[in-house]
Structure formats: structure tokens, C-alpha cells
């Protein structure tokens, strides 16, 4: 068997800033890696590159934890609720009622709407309570996300120091052990000089395609860097809309069904004041001409304060188009987190046939 020509490969050059500390460290595992032995190249690195395994199963967890259709199917009932309310019904004339008396024809469809209103403001409530839970939830993951960030960019540091002291130590190794190995197996010519200058030759092309799987478990982890704040920024951005919800758009829409039902019964009160005006007009025609006058400046003020139904009906379409454009908004983060799912899980098979190819 002959030995490969010796030779000194140049001292591999530091591709990061390095701190008093990080050379410390460095320092340290070389002096604590041989490279004559198998194990120490099957181990070299390997605690590190299992942390940063296992917490690309964590942001995957994540991904997949964050599927937000729960959210989804209670904002969707919360806008079916909304749909449901029809506050033209109020203005609708009395229909059948017409044959009742006068008070009942008037105000019994408003004492429906109204214990439906209560009915659907409670489930509404509800629903509120649940979405405030889940926005509690929301931020308490992008707390945690945080925790995860900060530990895979230190064992990202981790494996810079591991590389650059691997190929330090390679280098030492053939530039030293290596080179005098083959020197003295061409010299001596005894076969076992150089199957020992072979079996060493062999240990360092086996450490370089180690430290070539710790870059690899790098990329990894400065892949999941930025893959950990899209999740959070997904969070974030669903938890903002869902306390817009809570604060603004759920208080809005009651306040203004109140404020609908307000005006209506102030109408049907006009409406109540003038058939009892005719009425009274028909029985005492003494008073007709006062009653008239009277009737007319009533009419006149109070047509000033009635808003009109479209009106109405316009602000509660433009609170279905938002809460809509909330679940449309939901609707593609869970898109985007779906998409980042399915690249992690390639990513990591990758990274699993690629070690497992190695090992072989």
C-alpha cells in the first residue's frame, strides 16, 4: 500500500470575529479532541448539533401548534352572529300587527329584536371571552418563541466555535501528525508505516466531512432564526387583531344597535304621537287647528334627530367587511405557517438522509 505525498495545507482562515472568550473555548477543544481516535470524531460537535436538532422539532411543533383555525372558526361565528342581526326589520311596517292595538302594533317588534339583541349579545360575550384567551395564548408563545430565539442563537455561536476549532485542529493535524506519519512511511517503506499513514489520512477526511455536517447543522440554524420570527410576527399580528375585535369592533356594533334602537323607538313614538294627533283631531275639532300646529313643529324637530336606516345598515357592512378582512388576514398567516411547515419538514428529512448518508 503507498502513501499519499505529504502535504502542509495552509491554516484555515477565521470567517468570524472571535471573542477573548470564544478563543479560550476554542483552545480548549482542541486540546481535548484527538484525532487518532475514532470516537473522538464521531462525537466531535455532536451535543451541540443535537440541541440544534432538537429545537428545529420545537419551532416545528410551533408551526404546527399555531394552525389557527380555532381562532378562525370563532371569529367566522362571531360574524355570523353580526350577519344575523337585521336592524332594517325595525323599520318595516307593523304587517298583521296592523289589526292589534295601536301601543302593541308599534312596540312588539322592537321587544322581539330586543330579547334577540340580548340573546346574541351574551353568545357574542362569549365568544369574546374565548378569543381573549386565545390572543393570552398567542403572546404567551411569542414569549416563548423569544426564550428559543436567544438559546438557538447561542448554540449557533456554539457551533461556529466547534467549526473553527475543527479545522484549526485539522490543520494542526496534518500539517504535524499526518505529514511526519507519511514521511516516515515513504522513508522506512514498512508496510506498517504506512497502513498507519493511510489509517491517519483516513481519520482526517473523516473529521473534515464531520465539520462539513456541523456547517450544515449551522445553516440550519441560522435558517430557523428568521423562521422563528415569522411565527412570531403571525402571532402578533393575530393577537392585535383579535384585541381589535374585543376593544373596538364588538363594543362598536353593540354601541351602535343601541344607538339603532334608540331612533327607532323614536320614530315609532312620533309615529305614535301623530296617530293619536289624528286621533284626537277626529274626536275634539275644537282644538283641530291648535293640535295641527302642534303636530307639524313636532314633526319638524323631530325629523332633525332621526338618522336614516342606510345609514345604519351602512355601518354595520363596513363592521362585516372588517372582521371579514380579520379572517381573511387569519387565512393567510395559516397559509404561510402551513408553507413554512412543509419546508421545515424537508429541511429536517434533508439534514436526517444527509447524516444518515455520512454515517454509512
Known amino acids: 500500500m503507498e502513501s499519499q505525498p505529504a502535504t502542509v495545507p495552509e491554516a484555515p482562515e477565521q470567517a468570524v470575529q472571535l471573542s477573548a472568550h470564544d478563543r479560550e473555548r476554542i483552545d480548549a477543544i482542541k486540546h481535548q479532541t484527538d484525532l487518532s481516535q475514532n470516537q473522538a470524531i464521531l462525537e466531535y460537535g455532536a451535543d451541540v448539533q443535537g440541541k440544534i436538532s432538537h429545537f428545529a422539532d420545537q419551532v416545528l411543533g410551533e408551526v404546527r401548534a399555531k394552525d389557527a383555525g380555532k ?79 436567544e438559546q438557538n442563537v447561542l448554540h449557533f455561536k456554539d457551533l461556529e466555535v466547534y467549526i473553527q476549532a475543527g479545522e484549526e485542529k485539522l490543520a494542526e493535524f496534518q500539517r504535524t501528525i499526518l505529514t511526519d506519519a507519511r514521511a516516515k512511511a515513504e522513508h522506512s517503506g ?92 277626529e274626536l275634539l275639532r275644537r282644538n283641530a287647528e291648535l293640535l295641527k300646529e302642534s303636530t307639524v313643529e313636532i314633526a319638524k324637530e323631530a325629523e332633525k334627530g332621526i338618522v336614516d336606516v342606510e345609514t345604519v345598515r351602512k355601518v354595520n357592512t363596513d363592521l362585516i367587511t372588517t372582521i371579514e378582512e380579520v379572517i381573511r388576514i387569519q387565512r393567510e398567516g395559516r397559509n404561510r405557517r402551513q408553507a413554512a411547515e412543509q419546508e421545515l419538514v424537508r429541511l429536517e428529512q434533508e439534514l436526517k438522509d444527509k447524516l444518515a448518508a455520512t454515517g454509512k
Not at 462539513?212 to 449551522?218: F, M, T
Not at 402578533?236 to 363594543?251: F, G, M, R
Open 190 to 281: 514498512d508496510p506498517i508505516d504506512i497502513q498507519r499513514a493511510d489509517d491517519l489520512g483516513r481519520l482526517a477526511n473523516r473529521f473534515e466531512k464531520r465539520l462539513h455536517d456541523l456547517k450544515l447543522s449551522k445553516t440550519v440554524s441560522l435558517q430557523t432564526l428568521p423562521q422563528i420570527r415569522l411565527i412570531q410576527a403571525g402571532n402578533q399580528e393575530l393577537a392585535e387583531k383579535i384585541q381589535s375585535s374585543i376593544l373596538n369592533t364588538i363594543p362598536l356594533w353593540k354601541n351602535q344597535m343601541v344607538i339603532a334602537i334608540g331612533l327607532i323607538r323614536q320614530k315609532k313614538a312620533l309615529e305614535l304621537q301623530r296617530e293619536v294627533s289624528a286621533t284626537t283631531d
Open 71 to 149: 381562532v378562525g372558526d370563532m371569529l367566522t361565528d362571531l360574524l355570523l352572529h353580526v350577519k344575523s342581526v337585521k336592524v332594517h326589520r325595525l323599520a318595516e311596517g307593523p304587517g298583521f300587527l296592523a289589526s292589534l292595538p295601536l301601543i302593541g302594533g308599534l312596540f312588539d317588534r322592537i321587544k322581539r329584536f330586543m330579547a334577540e339583541y340580548q340573546s346574541l349579545s351574551t353568545q357574542i360575550d362569549r365568544i369574546a371571552g374565548h378569543l381573549d384567551k386565545a390572543r393570552n395564548q398567542l403572546l404567551q408563545d411569542v414569549s416563548l418563541l423569544d426564550k428559543l430565539f
